[in-house]
Nanobody, 124 residues
Framework: QVQLVESGGGLVQAGGSLRLSCAAS????????MGWFRQAPGKEREFVAA????????NYADSVKGRFTISRDNAKNTVYLQMNSLKPEDTAVYYC?????????????????WGQGTQVTVSS
């Protein structure tokens, strides 16, 4: 079992930045690839970014590439999402998730554990 707790969400103006954190407890954090997903009101949950167990491989949704950066600190059992140049369309609840595979995936079904989410609101 892995417990995930996100933090760092909030209200920011367009063009601003936020850093989300996801703290993990339970089984060995480094045994899991990690992902960030988001869900806007009335829309399906969508992939944002993922990172491999070691942190050496990352992948991003086209909509955030060049603006968001995923990273992890296995010593602190934490994964981060640095979000720069935020846009109103980035407004959503952001979720972190754990995937027992070596590499991260953009597919929701590959993830076994999910956090409760943190709200990000970008005003225009």
């Amino acid at each position: 079992q892995v417990q995930l707790v996100e933090s760092g969400g909030g209200l920011v103006q367009a063009g601003g930045s936020l850093r989300l954190s996801c703290a993990a407890s339970g089984r060995t954090f480094s045994s899991y690839a990690m992902g960030w997903f988001r869900q806007a009101p009335g829309k399906e949950r969508e992939f944002v970014a993922a990172i491999s167990r070691s942190g050496g491989n990352t992948n991003y949704a086209d909509s955030v590439k060049g603006r968001f950066t995923i990273s992890r600190d296995n010593a602190k059992n934490t994964v981060y999402l640095q979000m720069n140049s935020l846009k109103p369309e980035d407004t959503a609840v952001y979720y972190c998730a754990a995937n027992p595979s070596t590499f991260g995936s953009s597919h929701l079904n590959y993830y076994d554990y999910w956090g409760q989410g943190t709200q990000v609101t970008v005003s225009s």
